[in-house]
């Protein structure tokens, strides 16, 4: 048969399973699968290494706790990965989530760069889109979401006229603004396109109850967001959920 090149022409659908790197499956510990894949239909080599973590990305100001990975070599994709992990670290509250990188030597592949969650109220996302670094660099570089953006929709169902509901952006990741009531802040990260926003604080004031819903309703599509894109030609920014989904559009408010 002949080998492909590094990067040759040709798919090969074959699967190949992860392994725990130096350390045997909990006894008494739970496990979480799924795949690992992307578009490009090319061949790695076969000294590539495919990467998997399960991780804690509740705090957004501190590093992710990685609960458990896996890593394996081959030459096929989609790939199969098992990952153990002991359920009593699982604390309710907090979000979890499965990335995966590719490596060739000290060369990056491949990354992902969407939230994968798991462990929340919706399925659990345990197959793993990953996106050649080109790609993924130039998605990012497409523009970085700090400055001051009005809301102008959430979750298709539009925004109350002359409310200003305003999400604010540091350049080092720091969140402000407005629910249209309260003054909210707190501190978003931000990987390539993935955007993570942490626990923000409120204030306490009352406003009229369609206010409020509204300023609940903009809580909670933060809470949801996984990555953002932007359209810098008609000056948007939009959130997108773990599914795929656009959960909020604002526009620039600088």
């Given at each position: ?96 989530s499965v990335s995966a ?20 109220t919706d399925p659990d ?99 949801r967001a996984a990555s ?27």
């Amino acid at each position: 048969m002949m080998r492909a090149g590094k990067f040759g022409l040709g798919l090969v659908m074959g699967v190949v399973a992860l392994v725990m790197t130096g350390s045997s499956a909990m006894a008494d510990g739970a496990v979480i699968s799924g795949t690992v894949y992307f578009r490009e239909k090319i061949m790695l080599p076969e000294s590539a290494k495919v990467s998997v973590e399960l991780a804690d990305i509740s705090l957004a100001d501190a590093p992710a706790k990685v609960l458990g990975a896996v890593e394996a070599t081959g030459a096929s994709s989609p790939y199969t990965y098992s990952i153990s992990y002991d359920p009593s670290a699982i604390e309710p509250g907090h979000r979890y989530s499965v990335s995966a990188r590719i490596t060739d030597g000290d060369e990056l592949l491949f990354i992902s760069t969407s939230n994968n969650s798991v462990f929340g109220t919706d399925p659990d996302t345990t197959d793993i889109l990953v996106e050649r670094v080109a790609e993924a660099i130039s998605a990012a570089s497409e523009g970085w979401p700090d400055g001051s953006w009005l809301v102008e929709d959430i979750d298709g169902r539009g925004v109350i006229d002359n409310l200003q509901t305003v999400l604010v952006v540091a350049a080092d990741g720091q969140v402000s603004g407005t629910g249209g009531c309260n003054s909210i802040g707190g501190k978003a990260r931000i990987d390539g396109v993935a955007i993570h926003f942490g626990e923000l604080f409120s204030t306490e004031m009352a406003c009229a109850p369609a206010i409020m819903d509204q300023e609940s309703k903009f809580l909670d599509a933060l809470g949801r967001a996984a990555s953002y894109r932007i359209d810098a030609q008609r000056d948007k920014l939009i959130l997108v959920d773990a599914a795929g989904s656009d959960i909020m559009v604002l526009a620039g408010n600088d």
